[in-house]
Each structure stands twice: as C-alpha cells, then as structure tokens.
C-alpha cells in the first residue's frame, strides 16, 4: 500500500512529525546513487506538468495558482520519498535514535 503522508507508515507511527521527517530524510540518504537519480527523475515527471501549466497563467492570478503549486509540491513528492525509503527505515530509526 502506498503512504500518502509519513503518519499512514506503521514503522514512523509512535513519532511526532518532526522526528518522522528527519527519519525519512536519513532514510533518503541512505539511497544508493541509482536510486536517488531514479527518485529524482520521478520527482520531475511529477513536477513538470504543474510547472508547464503555470506558463499559460497571466497578471495577478498567477499569484495564487502559484501560491497551491508550493503548497501542493510536498503533498506530491513526499510518498514518492515514503516509497523510496520504505527499504531503509529500521536503519534510519536506528540511527535517529543513536543520534538523540
């Protein structure tokens, strides 16, 4: 099942969101080279078409719809990130835990 958000992962639930981000992030760094490119170049494929539409928005109203677009960013990388991560998160708590 795919995680939408950090707090839908059994492994990250007894977290608070703050510690949650930055076991994800230690997760993210623990990608092997190949798949931090792949999860970039998916981050692209996810961003690119937000981002083309944003050319055809003139004048003022840009400024909301650009306003969502920075907002939306992270509710359509973060399970992409999640997904990714999934592999290494005993050895991303692990080391969270250590560090604290």
Known sequence: MIALFSSQVTQLKSFKIRQRQQIIAIAVSMLTPMQKIS?????LILLIPVFLSLAYIEGWLLL?????AGLSYPLLT????IQFSKHYLSKAIKQFEQGE
């Open 39 to 43: 999860l970039r170049i998916i981050k």
């Open 64 to 68: 909301p719809v650009l306003l969502v």
């Open 78 to 81: 973060t399970p992409v990130e």
